[in-house]
C-alpha cells in the first residue's frame, strides 16, 4: 500500500469548495487589529487572540523594530546552546515576577511549550489526567511523554476523581487543565480541581494561554483570579495572544524549571524566540504591567458583548464562572450550518472563525467570537447586529 493514498482519498476540503464555503486560508491584507482588510474588503474582526489589542501598540512595535536592528533576525540556535540572549533572561525573570513564581522557561511557541513541559515531567511510570476539551497541544504533551494519559468529562469533578482513584500510590500524577478553555470562553473549576489534587496527592498544571491579560489581578491568569497562585504548581502560557508576539513559558519552582530545561527535548532542540518576538512581548508585558487599565476594559466589552448577543436573541455559551471572558461561543450545531453561516457572516463583513469536529462533538459545532480591549461598542454593536440577523435566518 502507498503510503500517500490516505491523502489521494481525503476529498474532504474538495467537497466543501465545491460548496463555496471553505472557509481558512482568508488572507489579510493589513495588520492584526478591531478591523482589518481581507481579501479586498473590510470585516469587523472577531476572531483575533490578540486580547489586549497590543500588536498595534506603537510602544510594542517600536521594540521589535530596535531589536531587529540590534540583534539581527534570529539567533540560528536554541537556548540550551548559542541561542540565549540577554533579553531571553530579562524575559523569564521579568514574567516570573509578574506571575509570582519563582522561575520562568520560554519556549518558541505554545504549543511547543505544552509538548516540551508535559513530555518532560511525566515519565515512563506516571500519571497524566486532562480534562476532555483541553487544548490539542496538551493531547500531544501527553503522548509524547512516556505516561498513562486519563481523560475525565469537562470540569466534570465526579469524573476527574474517578481517574484520580485509578492511579497507583506508588504514582506520580500531574493533573493538566485549561484555565480559559480555548474554545467555549468557560473557566475551569480550579478551586475544585486543587483541593483533589491535595487529596490525592497529585500535581496541577494550568494552561492559562487564554487566561494570561484576561482574567485574574492584573490580567495575572486563572490561578490568581482563584487566588490560587500558590496551590498551582506550573503554569503554561503563549506570547501569541495577550502579549502579541509569538512563543510560550512555563511558570514553575526553580526546581521544576531547571529540569526541564535540562530534559525537555522540545525545548533543547528547538531554536530560541527571534530577538524581535522576545522584544515586542517583554514590551507587551510592560504594557500588562503597567495598564491595568486594559484588563478592565476587556472584562467591561466582554459583559458587554454578552449581554448584547442575549437581547437580541442569539444564544451564546456562558463563562461559567463570576468572570467574563472574551471568548464567546454561538451555537451552530451541524458542520454544514456552520460553514454557511460562517461565509454569510465573512461576506457581510465580520470574521469569526468556524469550529468543528474534532475540537467539538458533530452536533455541537460552533462559531468561536473573540474580543479585544480596542474595539468600540459602536463597533461591537455593528457586528452583532450583522451576527444576530444572519443566525435569525435560520
Given at each position: 500500500m502507498d503510503i500517500f493514498e490516505k491523502a489521494e482519498r481525503f476529498t474532504l476540503v474538495k467537497d466543501i469548495q465545491a460548496k463555496g464555503i471553505y472557509p481558512y486560508f482568508h488572507a489579510l491584507q493589513t495588520r492584526q487589529d478591531v478591523e482589518v482588510v481581507m481579501?479586498?474588503?473590510?470585516?469587523?474582526?472577531?476572531?483575533?487572540?490578540?486580547?489586549?489589542?497590543?500588536?498595534?501598540?506603537?510602544?510594542?512595535?517600536?521594540?521589535?523594530?530596535?531589536?531587529?536592528?540590534?540583534?539581527?533576525?534570529?539567533?540560528?540556535?536554541?537556548?540550551?546552546?548559542?541561542?540565549t540572549l540577554e533579553m531571553h533572561l530579562q524575559l523569564e525573570d521579568e514574567l516570573a515576577k509578574f506571575l509570582n513564581k519563582e522561575a520562568v522557561v520560554t519556549f518558541s511557541t505554545g504549543f511547543q511549550s505544552n509538548l516540551g513541559i508535559i513530555s518532560a515531567i511525566v515519565g515512563r511510570n506516571d500519571y497524566v489526567i486532562c480534562d476532555k476539551e483541553n487544548h490539542a497541544s496538551i493531547y500531544d504533551g501527553c503522548r509524547l511523554s512516556w505516561g498513562t494519559m486519563l481523560r475525565y468529562d469537562h470540569s466534570d469533578m465526579e469524573s476527574l476523581e474517578k481517574c484520580l482513584k485509578k492511579v497507583p500510590e506508588?504514582?506520580?500524577?500531574?493533573?493538566?487543565?485549561?484555565?480559559?478553555?480555548?474554545?467555549?470562553?468557560?473557566?475551569?473549576?480550579?478551586?475544585?480541581?486543587?483541593?483533589?489534587?491535595?487529596?490525592y496527592g497529585a500535581r496541577v498544571m494550568v494552561d492559562d494561554a487564554h487566561g494570561l491579560g484576561v482574567i485574574?489581578?492584573?490580567g495575572r491568569g486563572t490561578a490568581s483570579h482563584f487566588g490560587l497562585e500558590d496551590e498551582?504548581?506550573?503554569?503554561?502560557?503563549?506570547f501569541s495572544k495577550s502579549l502579541a508576539s509569538l512563543g510560550g513559558y512555563m511558570a514553575s519552582s526553580k526546581v521544576v524549571a531547571e529540569y526541564v530545561r535540562h530534559i525537555s527535548r522540545p525545548f533543547i532542540f528547538s531554536a530560541s524566540i527571534t530577538p524581535a518576538s522576545c522584544a515586542t512581548a517583554l514590551e507587551a508585558l510592560n504594557q500588562l504591567r503597567t495598564r491595568?487599565?486594559?484588563?478592565?476594559?476587556?472584562?467591561?466589552?466582554?459583559?458587554?458583548?454578552?449581554?448584547?448577543f442575549t437581547a437580541r436573541g442569539v444564544r451564546i455559551r456562558e463563562s461559567g464562572a463570576p468572570v467574563d471572558t472574551p471568548i464567546v461561543p454561538i451555537y451552530t450545531y451541524d458542520q454544514e450550518n456552520t460553514l454557511i453561516t460562517a461565509k454569510k457572516l465573512y461576506e457581510g463583513g465580520v470574521y469569526v472563525n468556524p469550529v468543528l469536529?474534532?475540537?467539538?462533538?458533530?452536533?455541537?459545532?460552533?462559531?468561536?467570537?473573540?474580543?479585544?480591549?480596542?474595539?468600540?461598542?459602536?463597533?461591537?454593536d455593528e457586528a452583532m447586529d450583522i451576527i444576530a440577523s444572519v443566525v435569525a435566518e435560520k
Open positions: 481579501e479586498g474588503k473590510r470585516r469587523i474582526m472577531l476572531g483575533s487572540n490578540n486580547y489586549l489589542g497590543l500588536t498595534t501598540c506603537d510602544a510594542v512595535i517600536e521594540a521589535g523594530i530596535k531589536a531587529f536592528e540590534k540583534y539581527g533576525s534570529g539567533c540560528s540556535g536554541s537556548r540550551f546552546l548559542n541561542g506508588t504514582a506520580g500524577c500531574l493533573i493538566v487543565t485549561d484555565g480559559v478553555f480555548s474554545m467555549g470562553g468557560d473557566v475551569a473549576k480550579l478551586p475544585e480541581i486543587v483541593a483533589l489534587a491535595k487529596k485574574g489581578e492584573g498551582v504548581d506550573i503554569y503554561m502560557g503563549t491595568p487599565e486594559l484588563v478592565i476594559r476587556l472584562s467591561e466589552l466582554s459583559h458587554y458583548v454578552r449581554e448584547g469536529p474534532p475540537a467539538t462533538p458533530p452536533t455541537d459545532c460552533l462559531l468561536r467570537t473573540s474580543y479585544m480591549a480596542t474595539h468600540t461598542e459602536a463597533l461591537l
